[in-house]
């Protein structure tokens, strides 16, 4: 059977790469809500894309509340047993930093790069094409498979929310949307807002774009400072920071620009945050008590939340705390979003009340913008252990479970788990530039999801 299977999908490479730059070519960020696309136009265009694709490979398709697209492969009209949970909608892209056109699926030596190739269009594209491998090889199942592709997982997840209002999730339900073998543990997570008033010896200060990722571009104009002073401060940074200062004078204003090394907000440690270096700097130059706060729970660096009263950790992982966007205004108003994983060694209102004695202390207020507690699936659940049992026979590897920093599309799933699509220690860019995945992974993911759906539905 393996055999088939592994045929079938690699000898329809093509079609599969097709649909993959169809659904690439689709800029599908968040947009403004408007009637009939609840998420924005282009999330909304990527979902009748897939539409598109799905009905023309003969599989029944229903969209709900024009956030959601089920396609199922039923028997007898029963409910399906399995769900296979991938998203349509991805982060923005910085055309700029990338070698490539992020909305242009490109293959190099093997390599596909393109905004969604491993979060998550490419994976939906394989859970879409093991699905039309069972069909098409007339594999008999006892229990139907509903693909569910989403369009608002990178912001919430609110479309989770319009699809419980239409129907229920499977029983067994797993995303493609993190790494293998499988994930069954995942951190809380904390998003918020704060606002502050730092004081004006700049125009304007502004970096980051993402809430969910390390910056790894920030940028202020500053008055009444020396453009010389604020060099001599920027050579304090080694270059194995990962930061790196551009400085121009411009008649009485300084323009200070930093690059730093983007990551996703789970993993922060594998960045160089932009905005918390550029504070740093700032500071060493110009003397404003809401600037110096900023930089004392932010300093450039720290990944733990330590300077928050935050730092824990246990089986599942460390505390991660990453001040992602950060906007200042000439009257020193400002506006800054902080992305915080957890867990499950402390709990969401704890988290709150350490957050908000540490802003009310330095004056700043904060408000929770996504709050979820950690998700835990057990591994003796006979779930886990058929998706394990599959892992080890495609992949000839022993299979784990694993926990991350929280944020895949079952976090609020009841018995739901991650399932790939990343593997090993490969940095794919996630949520950064130049995002791929390779033509062989995404093939073998389709192979493996096809097996997954035999062994759970067949």
Known sequence: MNEKITEYIFSMKDEILQDLADLIAIPSVKGEPRAGAPFGEEPKNALLKMQEICE?????????????????????????????LAHLDVVPAQGENWATDPFKLTEKDGVLFGRGVIDDKGPAVAALWALKAVQDLKIPLRNGVRLIFGTDEENGSEDLQIYKEYSKFPPKVFTPDAAFPVINIEKGMLRVKFTANTGGNYIEFRGGNIPNAVPDKAKTIMRRISANKVRDAATFFPEDLGVRFTVTERGDNVFISCDGKAAHASTPEGGANAVTALLQLMNQVTDEAGLRGLERLFPFGET???????????????????????????????????????????????????????????????EALIGEEPHVVSEES???????????QIEGEPGKCIAIGGGTYVHNIKGGVAFGAERGDTDYHMHGDNEFITVDEL????????????????
Do not use: Q, W
């Open 56 to 84: 023309d490979e003969g599989i029944k398709t229903t969209v709900y509340g024009n956030a959601v697209l089920c396609a199922d492969h039923l028997i007898n009209n029963d409910a399906p047993e399995l769900g296979i």
């Open 304 to 366: 733990d939340g330590s300077s928050l009263g935050l730092r824990c950790s246990d089986e599942s992982g460390a505390l991660t705390c990453v001040l992602s966007e950060l906007a200042i205004m000439p009257s020193g108003e400002c506006e800054g979003t902080v992305d915080i994983r957890f867990p499950t060694c402390i709990d969401l209102e704890t988290v709150k009340a350490k957050l908000t004695a540490a802003f009310e202390s330095h004056r700043m207020k904060f």
């Open 382 to 392: 006979d779930f886990v252990k058929t998706l394990l049992s599959v892992y080890e």
């Open 443 to 458: 093939l073998k993911d389709a192979v493996l999801y096809a097996h997954a759906i035999i062994e759970i539905c067949g």
